[in-house]
């Protein structure tokens, strides 16, 4: 009886690179996904602050008008209403500069994000959809993953049948 040895082999080296390469691509992929995701998030952040900057500023406004209001109605010069209105102005200078420091932030994201391909008019679909693409991304990367598998798993199937055959027709003769 002859003895028939079957040798299987696998290139490990190859198959490390395949996978490094299928990390890779993936990595690459959520980092173009995430970064307009974390763009968005920061714009929101930003449209609150500058939201806030803006209420302080038209308080500031309105408290200025307020002391203006109230020393043009004066019949007596009001002592320290001067130095209050000094105070407003320059408390209305501030807000100015920030809500314009803000709002200055704002459209620089708003401008990245764009480029980016978001459509900055409507975040939360916008959101969605990068969440979406992300998860169809890893959804395909796993199929993929399984059909090179199954077909590893049909070429060692179709060998050991092979291999089957041969010792059939050893043992026959």
Known sequence: MDKIELVLTADPSQAKRGVAALRSEYE????????????????????ES???ASAEYFSARRRLQGL???AANATTPVRGLAQEIGKAEGKLARATREFE?????VNSQRAELKA???????LSSEQ?????????????????????????????????RDLSLQQARSNLG
Do not use: C, H, W, Y
Request: charged share 35%; net charge positive; no cysteine.
């Open 28 to 47: 690459k992929f959520a980092r173009e996904v995430e970064r307009p995701l974390s763009g968005i998030d920061t714009l929101r952040s930003l449209q």
């Open 50 to 52: 500058a939201k806030a």
């Open 68 to 70: 203006k209001d109230a």
């Open 101 to 105: 420091r803000q709002k200055a932030a």
């Open 116 to 122: 980016a391909g978001v459509d900055t008019r409507n």
């Open 128 to 160: 969605q959809r990068l969440q979406a693409e992300m998860a169809k991304f890893r959804t395909d990367t796993a199929r993929s993953g399984i059909a090179r598998l199954a077909a590893e798993q049909k070429r060692a199937q179709v060998a050991a």
